[in-house]
């Protein structure tokens, strides 16, 4: 079993090459781009989403985040593209690489990560926030998963881990975060923040192929999602319970994109992983639950 799982990882590999070439070729950083445009629009005082200006087109890219993306992009917007896109990829190269940290040098994660460079290496050609969600759930910090569900809303399932092992205090943290950035977001840009709880978003976002089973039918997508909580409830305070948590939180997801597979890694980080030493590489709690013989 562990040949054909480290066969699977080349392959991961493999298929990671090809498709770092093929979206450097295709479309390189066009989610930067997306993101720089928005933040340039806040700047300028002009309509963060296009059905804000009765459906008509912002005159560039489709922004689908909600807005705190776009307030961290409005600096970086003052920069000339090209300045703005180093800096931004530097960010996500910095979170791919905590996120292996936290993961740990063990063999099971190094297999989980060949197998998901596909979607690490799109994220990374096209510039998507992903990275930083991976980070952020990684880290598992209430702040780290209220800062994920602002950046894209689903992520925030990942406070369930706390409600399963009744960590109220947890919890609450997770809550008080939550509130504190939407009310941010409402004084920073109150317009667009109102614009989006409108979800007129929704429309283009189910625009894009999705992986997700949503596509074939939704009832398929209902199926999926009602097996992914069964198996959170059933591993609810034991040691796949974070594991768990984070396959609800990605897989749930009914647009659901190959890069977003990435986060899947956090599934060896969160709460219950210890901070790597200084002595030579880690294996985390969720690695040494991974049978790779």
């Not at 050609?125 to 998963?145: D, H, K, T």
């Not at 949503?214 to 009602?226: D, E, G």
């Amino acid at each position: 079993m562990s040949l054909v799982w480290r066969g699977a990882a080349l392959l991961g590999l493999l298929i990671g090459i090809q498709t770092l070439v093929l979206h450097l070729g295709l479309d390189p950083f066009v989610d930067t781009r997306r993101f720089y445009e928005a933040g340039a629009r806040l700047n300028d005082g002009l309509p963060l989403y296009s059905w804000m200006a009765g459906g008509s087109a912002t005159g560039g890219l489709e922004y689908l985040n909600p807005p705190l993306l776009a307030l961290v992009f409005r600096p970086l917007a003052l920069l000339p593209f090209p300045a703005a896109a180093l800096l931004w990829e530097l960010l996500l190269l910095g979170a791919c690489a905590y996120a292996i940290r936290r993961a740990g040098l063990g063999e099971p994660s190094l297999i989980v990560l060949g197998c998901l460079l596909p979607a690490f290496a799109w994220a990374l050609a096209v510039g998507q926030s992903e990275p930083i969600v991976l980070a952020l759930l990684s880290w598992g910090s209430p702040l780290g998963v209220a800062l994920a569900g602002q950046l894209k809303l689903l992520p925030l399932l990942a406070a369930t881990y706390w409600l399963l092992r009744r960590d109220v205090g947890a919890l609450v943290q997770c809550a008080v975060w939550s509130a504190g950035l939407a009310v941010l977001q409402l004084v920073l840009a109150p317009a667009d923040t109102l614009a989006y709880l409108q979800l007129g978003w929704l429309r283009g976002a189910m625009d894009w192929n999705t992986i997700s089973p949503y596509r074939i039918h939704p009832l398929l997508w209902v199926a999926l999602v009602v097996v992914l909580v069964a198996a959170l409830v059933r591993a609810r305070s034991g040691r796949w319970s974070w594991a768990s948590v984070v396959a609800v939180a990605v897989l749930a997801h009914p647009r659901l994109l190959l890069y977003q597979l990435m986060t899947l890694l956090a599934a060896f980080g969160g709460p219950a992983a210890a901070e790597p030493s200084g002595d030579g590489p880690r294996t985390t709690s969720a690695a040494t639950r991974i049978d790779a013989a």
